[in-house]
């Protein structure tokens, strides 16, 4: 048989007739929506309807004369918050709130909650009467849409930067159109001019020459700018053997043949296979071109790790570069050394855009007359 409960809560001794009283507390009794029950001045429970039944899990008879703090997570109960809202509801007539609370099974659910202290006549306070409301669904779904903004928001920023990078590329473009590619123009068109000029056969052969050369030099800029737009396009990441490629692309050297090249150990990857052999021919071939003249090249490839990525370092003995200009190695058309070494100047920007497009990045460490040595950083998860 079910404990008897109390027909009557100290807290209504101020109702002032019996059947106003029963009428009230046989209203809230059928509430389903919202728990709604009266706790003595400590805080333990006098009266339980259905709605609390059904949002707090205990029945009338297993929670009434328990002390609220059990509807409490145990770091809130530690923290002395359920003492903390008696206080609240006690000194300034209410307490709300929305936080978690704990049903019977053990489960969570999110409550928006009203405390109510219950004063007779003379202001002193008898109880309290203490709603709730179950807002987990609410709740849910505002988190729900906290990770979607902050991951619109990521994705944003993302293609902010992405379009940052992009409009920096199409000012270099610009500059690379109205300099770079326009000074081999003009060469041709004033050589071609002085072909034509009345007198001018002797010097025919030499300004073909010099035309054919201008040429050359747009053929190979324009050539440059289609490298890396192209290093923009990916094929699909694959489980790819970095030795495999890196063996692969010093076959393919005409130059490496008269070179030195150590290839040790190298991670396997997931990359797109033909940007990959970009970058490692495009580092291999720039240490062939920067050998000395004296020495023969040697370039060393190792691998390991630094920091949660996969590291790869291309070493060479070659002339080097002044560190005063890693800012510059890695932009378009920024040429170091003169035009004795030709080249359009594109091909390491190409590889820092291979190595963005993998989540990496690519550092370089060279002093002059010592050689250079270019380290590719692969994230883990590429692996």
């Not at 918050?81 to 007539?93: C, D, F, N, S, Y």
């Not at 890196?246 to 396997?268: R, Y």
Request: aromatic letters at 8%.
């Amino acid at each position: 048989m079910e404990p008897h409960l109390p027909t009557q809560a100290p807290v209504f001794s101020s109702v002032e007739s019996e059947d106003s009283l029963r009428i009230l507390r046989d209203a809230i009794a059928c509430i389903e929506d919202y728990a709604i029950f009266t706790l003595d001045p400590e805080g333990r429970v006098l009266t339980w309807n259905k709605g609390a039944e059904r949002i707090k899990g205990y029945a009338p008879w297993e929670i009434v004369g328990k002390h609220f703090s059990v509807f409490y997570l145990e770091e809130d109960r530690n923290a002395g918050k359920p003492e903390q809202a008696l206080a609240a509801a006690r000194k300034h007539g209410k307490f709300e709130d929305e936080t978690w609370r704990m049903r019977k099974d053990g489960s969570r659910f999110w409550a928006s909650l009203v405390l109510t202290a219950i004063r007779d006549d003379e202001g002193r306070v008898r109880g309290f009467l203490k709603v709730t409301r179950d807002l987990t669904e609410r709740r849910l779904a505002e988190e729900r849409l906290e990770r979607l903004v902050l991951e619109r928001t990521k994705e944003l920023h993302a293609r902010t930067e992405d379009l940052i990078e992009k409009n920096q590329e199409l000012e270099q473009f610009c500059h690379i159109a109205s300099h770079d590619l326009q000074e081999p123009l003009r060469k041709i068109l004033n050589y071609s001019e002085m072909l034509d000029a009345p007198g001018n056969e002797p010097f025919r052969k030499d300004h073909l020459a010099r035309v054919r050369k201008a040429a050359e030099k747009m053929k190979t800029l324009i050539g440059g700018l289609l490298d890396f737009s192209r290093a923009d396009r990916t094929e699909g990441f694959l489980t790819v053997d970095t030795r495999e490629i890196l063996v692969s692309v010093i076959d393919d050297l005409e130059a490496a043949k008269q070179a030195q090249i150590l290839v040790g150990p190298m991670p396997v990857l997931r990359a797109d296979a033909l940007l990959l052999r970009q970058l490692f021919q495009n580092l291999i071939a720039n240490s062939l071109k920067f050998a000395k003249k004296d020495e023969r090249c040697r370039i060393d490839v190792a691998s390991g790790e630094r920091d949660g990525f996969h590291e790869i370092r291309v070493r060479d003995n070659g002339i080097g570069f002044d560190p005063a200009y890693l800012d510059k190695i890695f932009k378009p058309f920024q040429r170091l050394h003169t035009n004795e070494y030709g080249g359009s100047g594109i091909g390491l920007a190409i590889c820092s855009k291979i190595m963005h497009k993998h989540g990496g990045r690519i550092l370089a460490e060279s002093r002059p007359g010592e050689g250079a040595t270019f380290i590719l950083l692969f994230p883990k998860g590429s692996s």
